[in-house]
């Protein structure tokens, strides 16, 4: 049995929002939600399993106040025109404001050749149309152009958070149009709350594919999916198809509760893996986002004949998945 085929679930305990960057220098490179929700960590190792014993680097820690000292979530690490960029969101407080908090999206450079080295620069907020709830930012390019997508509140939208798409002039400003790839729509996105959020990006067979995730953050968080052709006008909300059903979803059997939340990266052997976050336990006590236990996890996944992702069923801790 090939060791690379396979993993020991949980990766990395208590770390949610998990991406992994596997980087042209052999290394992967990971970043989380930190349950104190107060600093970006930055770690890596030459293996995935070896995530879990690498030292946590901190990159940037909160302010004592202003629009970046509360709630720091889900930054992700991206290799841009060889410079590293962590993105990320931040709020001025904890407190919610007709059930909604007040995330902004944020954006850091390193110029450094290992991102665990170096300076983190701000380069300020990425601004949007709308000054609103806004978080889980992530890019990608495709033939030629820079893209970002994001999670953000509509003013005339009810509900917590919508998909959107635009182009980018550089990798920390937003350019042309802004467009609303999905919105919370079928009965497994609006559980707890109306959410469309943690989009990332997997381009293959043809396909653009971003994987989501949807409803409240306990048991009920799970993953859907929109494809887009790749000849497609990324900016047209036509070109995008959302699967009817979850993708990925808890699995009472494994004992997997609140899948999502997820990352895309590649094994030691090249094979497809999805990175994502889950409990293993249902029963929550308070607010779901103030329970520290979504822990990272990852497992290899497969490909349907017709060409779409077949990410299977979260695995049973502790037991290898193949």
């Not at 290799?79 to 059930?99: H, N, Q, S």
């Not at 959302?242 to 030691?268: A, D, I, L, M, R």
Request: contains cysteine; aromatic residues 14%.
């Amino acid at each position: 049995m090939d060791i690379n085929r396979e993993y020991n679930n949980p990766l990395v305990e208590q770390r949610a929002d998990p991406w992994v960057y596997k980087h042209s220098d052999g290394y992967y490179y990971f970043t989380a939600s930190v349950p104190e929700y107060d600093r970006i960590e930055v770690r890596r190792a030459d293996t995935l399993e070896g995530l879990r014993e690498a030292e946590a680097v901190v990159a940037w820690r909160k302010y004592e106040s202003g629009p970046l000292s509360a709630n720091i979530w889900a930054p992700e690490i991206h290799y841009i025109d060889e410079k590293w960029y962590i993105y990320f969101a931040a709020a001025r407080t904890t407190e919610t404001k007709e059930g909604l908090f007040d995330h902004r999206m944020f954006v850091l450079e390193n110029n450094s050749a290992n991102p665990l080295e170096g300076t983190w620069q701000e380069k300020g907020q990425i601004h949007t149309k709308w000054e609103s709830f806004a978080l889980d930012a992530t890019t990608f390019e495709h033939r030629g152009i820079l893209y970002y997508v994001w999670a953000q509140k509509d003013p005339n939208i009810e509900g917590n958070s919508n998909l959107y798409i635009s182009e980018m002039s550089n990798p920390w400003t937003l350019t042309g149009e802004q467009v609303m790839i999905a919105t919370p729509e079928y009965d497994w996105e609006v559980i707890g709350f109306k959410v469309n959020e943690g989009a990332a990006v997997l381009k293959r067979n043809g396909r653009i594919f971003i994987s989501f995730s949807a409803s409240a953050t306990d048991h009920n968080y799970c993953m859907g999916l929109l494809t887009a052709d790749n000849s497609a006008d990324l900016l047209d909300p036509r070109s995008w198809v959302k699967s009817p059903g979850p993708v990925f979803q808890t699995n009472v059997e494994t004992g997997q509760y609140g899948p999502g939340h997820n990352s895309f990266t590649v094994s030691e052997d090249g094979q497809d893996v999805i990175i994502y976050h889950a409990r293993n336990y249902m029963e929550i006590t308070g607010d779901p986002l103030y329970d520290p236990n979504r822990h990272t996890r990852a497992q290899i996944f497969h490909w349907n004949e017709d060409g779409t992702p077949n990410f299977g069923i979260p695995v049973k801790d502790g037991v290898r998945a193949l």
